[in-house]
């Protein structure tokens, strides 16, 4: 019974900064993968920044930069830093996370950036 939790998302003005959380809770074994993904109103689900275990990153070009994936070291808690806002980042943001080669998702967080 895995189970996602995100936190973090709001409404912030351009420019500012967002720190989003995920929870992964109810897995019997360790959790070597987690990802962020967002999905803007009309527009497909897409990878914003992904983090293995060993501490390797990957980032969408459009947030190169200016957002940080991380993780703590209990393997269960994510998080992303999202610095530098603009209004195209307003998206529903999704953790996910691959546990023996199953994809589990959480429910999204809502960011809003105004200009």
């Known amino acids: 019974q895995v189970q996602l939790v995100e936190s973090g998302g709001g409404l912030v003005q351009a420019g500012g900064s967002l720190r989003l959380s995920c929870v992964v809770s109810?897995?019997?074994?360790?959790?070597?993968?987690l990802a962020w993904y967002r999905q803007a109103p009309g527009k497909q689900r897409d990878l914003v920044a992904s983090?293995?275990?060993?501490?390797?990153?990957n980032y969408a070009d459009s947030v190169k930069g200016r957002f940080t994936i991380s993780r703590d070291k209990t393997m269960n808690v994510g998080y992303l830093e999202m610095n530098s806002l603009k209004p195209e980042d307003t998206a529903v943001y999704y953790c996910?996370?691959?546990?023996?080669?199953?994809?589990?998702w959480g429910q999204g967080t809502q960011v809003t950036v105004s200009s």
């Open positions: 996910n996370s691959r546990i023996s080669s199953r994809d589990y």
């Open positions: 109810g897995s019997r074994f360790s959790v070597p993968f």
């Open positions: 983090i293995s275990s060993g501490w390797s990153t």
